[in-house]
């Protein structure tokens, strides 16, 4: 790996103490690293350029502030990091106001064209970097990173610093990108044979733009069919294919550019210095220094691309004017301290709330009397199973006449047509808190609480559609928060064409909507384990505590819980449905109590006996890395948990 030599805490030293070829050399040195985490990303972008220069500006901008070179590395890629985000969430945004526009898109670069152009790449080199091309934009991010480190440019402490997590989540992204990126190369290797007339007939009206929708549909079919299969045989891992295949280099008039713009960036902050040298203590000229910086910073951002110089003064500006109507003073520095104390007394708070609505949480019972008593956040319910399988608690509902449906298996009561439009996340959950519907008091449901009314006997839509008529085949919001809380914030949301959950949605974006009446409270689970059992007394459901020595096939699976021999009970494979009621969404990797439930692998799926709908010859299993849940084919292998009632 190139890393830091012993030379390079002096360079960095003297880049800081305003030493303008020592900080040339390291713009120069770092561009690489840079050009290739955001060209990664954003391929297909058509400002790639543009959000290199701003990150390398950033990185000279703020270079005062690395206090261990050991890790100036790890900063840079953070910096990169953060600026494809601001990218693709402005970008976003600058999308959907000009969604009315019919417009000719803007064109693209391809760095994965680059890529292999560059690096020479060829047969499943070349699968790589074009799979990629199929990848989520949040899994790109990661990608650019984690191909760094397979190619020895970065480690993974880089990686994991440059993602600003910890190891553990770092290690749940990188194999979430990668099971996406294995998926995108089947596609990719499928669709490059050529060889299978039903792959011709299943991408009928593609457009050839790799997307999200036509992912899915391809690799369904490819999974399912022996010829699209044979091209996916010996596969090499995709980390084995980068040894050596890094850096993609960077064009020589880009290269200029920055450091251009860097020399003038840094010019600029030694003028500042000085400026603020000559004023401190002299309340004279402390009252014009203002107009000489402003000056000097808006004469600094001739340097800049024309279409980031009007809003870099712009921004300027405000922070001018900000400055002068709220000086810095005893009084200032009082109310912020005041206002975190009164943060961490809400959180406080809110904790003894959690606990004391954990400790409401009562046994199962029959009937829906004891509602108002209940805290049905969590599953303190037994899960509804689809009517007809054989299953406990088949699903059945009541209408109550007045817009609402009563489930009468978990009691809570549901808005019966879905709300109409589409929300933020935000705008859901005041939707719902709005809603005067039968009386009001609705909020948005949680995660579990949504998954209890998905049908997985049915797709398209996955619900009972007698008693919700109106259930749009789209993703619907929950009110559970993604684990992680790193900007951009996502929450999970349900889709109800076969019943998949997804924790990719990103708070900002716009999802249907349908409200739930119920108690407040977490719904902790007060699991009691005896025997090598763990019984949860409020879903009435007695699980396996261990699991399973090896994996399996999903028949197997079956007939493993069918045989296991353990204190004189009778054993069956767990639904989805219930299986998902094990989840902790407090945790990841692994997300589940491991104080109850020891021994789980970090990024593991377990098997359920509950079929695809739309694909009977696979079978929905859940992962315990967060609690996302699919099918898959029953050739498969995975682990196996199994359940008593």
């Not at 008529?469 to 064409?497: E, G, H, M, Q």
Request: net charge positive.
């Amino acid at each position: 790996m190139n890393k830091a030599n012993a030379e390079e805490p002096k360079l960095i030293s003297a880049a800081q103490r305003g030493d303008q070829r020592a900080r040339d050399a390291l713009v120069r040195k770092y561009l690489p690293l840079v050009y290739n985490i955001v060209g990664r990303s954003l391929s297909g972008h058509p400002n790639i350029d543009d959000v290199v220069q701003e990150t390398m500006l950033r990185v000279v901008r703020d270079l005062a502030a690395v206090r261990n070179p050991e890790s100036f590395r790890s900063w840079v890629g953070a910096i990169a990091v953060r600026q494809v985000s601001t990218y693709l969430r402005q970008a976003d945004e600058a999308a959907r106001l000009t969604a009315a526009l019919a417009k000719m898109p803007e064109p693209t670069v391809d760095f994965e064209e680059v890529a292999v152009l560059h690096l020479q790449l060829s047969g499943q080199r070349r699968e790589v970097a074009e799979a990629s091309r199929w990848l989520d934009e949040e899994n790109r991010v990661v990608l650019s990173l984690w191909w760094l480190e397979a190619a020895g440019e970065m480690t993974r402490g880089d990686v994991t610093a440059a993602m600003e997590t910890t190891p553990a989540y770092a290690a749940v992204r990188i194999q979430r990108m990668r099971s996406q990126l294995d998926l995108s190369r089947s596609v990719v290797a499928a669709l490059a044979a050529s060889d299978c007339r039903q792959l011709g007939l299943t991408t009928t009206g593609w457009d050839s733009r790799p997307t999200a929708l036509w992912r899915k549909r391809i690799s369904q079919h490819v999974r399912d069919c022996a010829v699209c299969l044979a091209t996916s045989r010996e596969r090499i891992a995709a980390e084995r294919l980068l040894v050596g295949h890094g850096l993609v280099p960077v064009p020589a008039l880009l290269t200029a550019k920055v450091v251009r713009m860097t020399a003038a960036e840094g010019a600029r902050a030694a003028m500042g210095s000085r400026v603020s040298r000559a004023i401190r203590g002299n309340p004279v000229v402390a009252a014009t220094a203002g107009i000489v910086v402003v000056a000097l910073a808006v004469a600094c951002t001739a340097a800049l691309p024309a279409r980031q110089r009007q809003a870099a003064q712009t921004a300027i500006a405000l922070r001018t004017v900000q400055a002068s109507a709220t000086p810095t003073s005893p009084t200032t520095a009082t109310a912020t301290k005041t206002r975190a104390r009164d943060t961490k007394t809400r959180a406080s708070a809110s904790a003894s709330a959690s606990a004391s609505a954990s400790a409401n949480r009562v046994p199962l019972q029959a009937g829906c009397g004891s509602q108002s008593a209940r805290t049905d956040i969590w599953a303190n319910w037994p899960m509804p199973n689809p009517a007809g399988t054989g299953l406990p608690h088949p699903a059945s509902y009541t209408n109550l006449g007045n817009g609402t449906v009563r489930d009468n298996v978990t009691c809570l009561v549901w808005q019966q047509a879905s709300a109409p439009g589409t929300y933020t996340f935000t705008q859901a959950k005041a939707y719902c808190a709005g809603l005067t519907l039968a009386g009001g008091s609705w909020q948005l449901p949680t995660r579990i609480q949504l998954m209890s009314i998905v049908d997985t006997a049915r797709f398209g839509p996955a619900i009972d559609s007698i008693e919700f008529p109106d259930t749009l085949v789209k993703f619907y919001w929950t009110s559970s928060p993604w684990f992680v809380t790193k900007p951009p914030l996502r929450s999970w949301i349900v889709s109800f064409f076969e019943g998949m959950e997804s924790s990719a949605a990103f708070q900002s974006d716009a999802y249907q909507v349908r409200c739930v009446r119920s108690a407040d409270g977490t719904g902790e689970p007060d699991y009691q384990i005896a025997n090598g059992q763990v019984t949860d007394p409020v879903t009435g459901l007695t699980w396996q505590r261990a699991t399973s020595a090896t994996a399996m096939s999903a028949a197997a699976a079956t007939s493993y819980c069918a045989g296991l021999d353990l204190d004189g009970h009778s054993w069956r494979l767990p639904s989805v449905k219930e299986l998902a009621t094990l989840v902790d969404e407090d945790r990841v990797s692994p997300a589940l109590d491991v104080s109850a439930f020891p021994g789980v692998l970090p990024d593991v799926w377990f098997w359920s006996s509950t079929v695809s709908a739309e694909y009977p010859t696979q079978r929905w299993a859940l992962n315990f890395n967060d609690g996302f849940s699919f099918f898959r084919p029953t050739a498969d292998t995975f682990y196996v948990r199994c359940v008593r009632d």
